[in-house]
């Protein structure tokens, strides 16, 4: 990526870097505006994130273990498995509330219900946003936005058939 693809807006008096993709890093956030450009431009397939994506600095989308010794698992044919586990029952899927039960959460719950032990563990370290949109990173090259995680059930349901469909597809 180039800079010509940077637009630089203020907002609250914290200066933010958009990409085209609507990606954006917040100079607050990493410290310079130079640092908060260069994260912007290391990003590889996100769209719509917010000083999340490369924070970890990943060596690999194969290998579940960055540089900092950070243990990311992986879900094989994981939108397959996160549809199958939101809808098993009508009361499997709410997107109100991370974890409700054993048997419902939303769908960033679900990812880091299923990833069990080390989700678990990344979910109390960063969080189930966070960590729900590493284990889908390290887990499949469908992307799944941080945004995904806000919506409500009908609209998730929705995004997450088309997402397991294309895994489907992309698996045969």
Same mark, same amino acid.
Not at 51 to 66: L, V
């Given at each position: 990526?180039?800079?010509?693809?940077?637009?630089?807006? !203020?907002? +609250?008096?914290?200066?933010?870097?958009?990409?085209?993709?609507?990606?954006?890093?917040?100079?607050? =956030?990493?410290?310079s !505006? !130079?640092?908060?450009?260069?994260?912007?431009?290391?990003?590889?397939?996100?769209? %719509?994130?917010s000083n999340?994506?490369?924070? =970890?600095? =990943?060596? +690999?989308?194969? %290998? *579940?273990?960055?540089? %900092?010794?950070?243990?990311?698992?992986?879900? !094989?044919?994981?939108?397959?498995? &996160?549809?199958? #586990?939101?809808?098993?029952t009508?009361?499997?899927?709410?997107?109100? +509330?991370?974890?409700?039960?054993?048997?419902?959460?939303?769908? #960033?719950?679900? &990812?880091?219900?299923?990833?069990?032990?080390?989700?678990? %563990?990344?979910?109390?370290?960063?969080?189930? @946003?966070?960590?729900?949109?590493?284990?889908?990173?390290? *887990? *499949?090259?469908?992307? &799944?936005?941080?945004?995904?995680? =806000?919506?409500?059930?009908?609209?998730?349901?929705?995004?997450?058939?088309? @997402?397991?469909?294309?895994?489907?597809l992309?698996?045969?």
């Amino acid at each position: 990526m180039t800079e010509k693809n940077i637009i630089w807006k !203020e907002i +609250d008096g914290v200066k933010w870097c958009y990409d085209d993709k609507n990606n954006r890093c917040s100079a607050k =956030y990493w410290g310079s !505006e !130079e640092e908060a450009l260069e994260r912007l431009q290391s990003l590889k397939n996100c769209s %719509d994130c917010s000083n999340c994506s490369n924070r =970890y600095k =990943y060596r +690999d989308k194969k %290998d *579940s273990e960055n540089q %900092d010794g950070l243990m990311i698992p992986k879900i !094989e044919n994981i939108h397959q498995k &996160v549809l199958e #586990a939101a809808t098993a029952t009508e009361d499997s899927l709410a997107m109100s +509330d991370w974890h409700t039960c054993e048997t419902t959460h939303c769908r #960033a719950g679900w &990812v880091t219900f299923l990833a069990g032990k080390e989700g678990a %563990d990344l979910e109390g370290r960063f969080g189930p @946003a966070l960590a729900g949109s590493m284990i889908y990173r390290a *887990s *499949s090259e469908i992307k &799944v936005g941080m945004n995904e995680f =806000y919506k409500g059930n009908k609209e998730a349901l929705e995004s997450m058939q088309k @997402a397991a469909e294309e895994e489907k597809l992309l698996n045969q």
